[in-house]
């Protein structure tokens, strides 16, 4: 018998030894967050992705028992930030609002150009809304619809507006020209306001972006939004129809979410997608992202992952060397 009790005595200390380590760890977990949340996010205060990212981050302060705190890190579309948070301590505290831009549109356009890869970095915590892209004119632009404007360009050279070479609304509006089979002249400005002021002024004939930030202009007769990209009609701007109406199917939008960098612990990252997604359940929350015609979306963990790499084909789909040429410029 004494040859047998050694080992089954090594087990038992064994076991014992790994309880005491599991019930040891516990309380770190229960704890989290037991200091204040970073969200990075990669636009100045004020812009459309800021004002997502505050929300965001009230209405998790509320829930999770600590502050999340924005700290804006401008610059490169929105890869500074990536970049900042991929490099980041995995444990919870830092955490990145991302975009379309800088982890679908970058990674498939220019991947050799920024300093972290897509989706290996990043441990995806869940979606919070889309927005869909739009093309739009000056209330007093001749063009009352969309086709009307796409069947002008078989007979004249028109331009459209920009807010940056190779960003989001950018090649969404590629895509609108390939799929429509058009030519137009891109001009790409630093920033809406610029942009708007010289499509009223006649200097531009029509400018694609993100429709939630200029929603209001359109209700205040200031601007026309000829249709927007997206699967269906938005509910906010029923009135306004979808590329894919009109045969031109680009699916592309503006989507927002949160990521953390990769290595995170699986429930830390469990646990604030599921505070995300009482966030996203609440009247507050949901009413301040359908307003401007936006859409909340609930897809967390390895459901936004998959849309992050689905996205990112989507946009490597647009990519010619005419295109890369002038990205590259």
Excluded: C
């Amino acid at each position: 018998m004494t040859t047998f009790a050694r080992p089954t005595l090594r087990r038992r200390t064994a076991f014992a030894l790994a309880g005491v380590l599991a019930l040891t760890a516990l309380p770190s977990l229960a704890a989290y967050p037991d200091q204040p949340v970073k969200l990075i996010v990669g636009f100045p205060p004020g812009g459309g992705g800021d004002l997502y990212g505050r929300l965001i981050a009230g209405a998790l302060s509320k829930t999770l028992g600590q502050n999340v705190i924005v700290d804006n890190r401008t610059g490169a579309g929105g890869n500074i930030a990536a970049d900042l948070v991929a490099k980041s301590k995995p444990d919870g505290y830092t955490l990145l609002l991302a975009m379309s831009g800088n982890l679908a549109v970058a990674p498939a356009i220019k991947p050799q150009s920024i300093p972290y890869k897509v989706p290996d970095d990043f441990a995806p915590i869940g979606m919070i809304l889309e927005a869909p892209h739009g093309l739009f004119v000056a209330n007093n632009s001749p063009f009352k619809t969309a086709r009307e404007l796409l069947d002008a360009t078989k007979t004249r050279k028109l331009s459209f507006a920009s807010t940056g070479t190779g960003a989001a609304a950018h090649i969404g509006m590629e895509m609108v020209k390939m799929a429509a089979g058009v030519d137009m002249l891109h001009v790409p400005y630093r920033g809406s306001g610029p942009a708007i002021t010289d499509m009223m002024g006649g200097q531009v004939d029509s400018f694609f972006a993100t429709a939630s930030p200029l929603v209001n202009q359109v209700r205040q007769g200031q601007l026309r939004l000829l249709a927007i990209t997206g699967n269906a009609r938005n509910p906010a701007i029923p009135d306004v129809p979808t590329f894919k109406e009109l045969g031109v199917n680009v699916p592309v939008t503006q989507w927002y979410g949160l990521v953390a960098p990769a290595g995170t612990p699986e429930p830390v990252i469990k646990h604030l997608a599921d505070h995300l997604s009482r966030a996203l359940a609440s009247a507050e929350v949901r009413d301040a992202i359908r307003r401007d015609a936006a859409t909340e979306r609930d897809l967390p963990t390895q459901g936004f992952r998959k849309f992050i790499q689905e996205d990112i084909e989507r946009y490597k789909g647009a990519v010619t060397p005419a295109l890369l040429k002038e990205i590259s410029q």
